[in-house]
């Protein structure tokens, strides 16, 4: 190759390395600016979250998806348990996160939901992969491993809180429409 095809390669290189660049801090604006008051509020009223825990949690997904714009090109990067319910929180806001995603990835991200028990071989190789690259990388990124926000105890009744929570709600419409509250009586 001689000199002068060497420095138009070079040069092309370095341009599309500063617009690689420049799309990933653009990325990375949208994500650091994105509001995730409307997730946590869902997590919260929804699911029965405290709402400390759906802060924390909503601020390891924003992380996450700074090392996904970062890494997730080559690397497979699977979410904690509590990142993916943020996640899944997110997915349920249908237009902001397709506008959202289209602004930082350029496409829709999929999110592939991991079932625990749906494929033992496959969880384990999700975990394997979130120790290996999601939780490495996180701690190179943030001086801290992802650790889960909320108590076993808590992962167990949190479908419970939502229940009672349901129940509560439609008696008190009851209660303040006249409606007969018998039939809430077991």
Not at 43 to 63: D, F, M, T
Not at 107 to 114: N, P, T
Request: proline share 4%; glycine share 2%.
């Amino acid at each position: 190759m001689d000199i002068v095809t060497n420095k138009k390669v070079h040069s092309q290189t370095i341009r599309t390395n500063h617009r690689q660049l420049a799309v990933e801090q653009d990325a990375q604006h949208v994500i650091k600016t994105l509001d995730l008051c409307p997730i946590i509020n869902q997590l919260v009223h929804h699911e029965g979250w405290s709402r400390k825990h759906a802060q924390k949690a909503a601020q390891q997904y924003r992380n996450y998806l700074l090392l996904f714009v970062k890494y997730g090109k080559y690397t497979p990067l699977p979410p904690s348990d509590d990142i993916n319910h943020v996640w899944n929180a997110h997915i349920l806001q249908t237009h902001a996160y397709m506008t959202f995603s289209y602004a930082v990835f350029k496409r829709y991200l999929h999110h592939y939901a991991h079932h625990p028990r749906s494929n033992d071989a496959a969880q384990i190789t999700k975990q394997n992969l979130f120790r290996r690259n999601t939780q490495r990388l996180y701690y190179q990124e943030y001086g801290t491993y992802i650790k889960p926000v909320r108590s076993s105890l808590s992962r167990v009744l949190s479908p419970f809180k939502k229940l009672v929570r349901a129940y509560i709600r439609e008696l008190t419409e009851d209660m303040e429409s006249g409606t007969n509250v018998a039939r809430h009586i077991w």
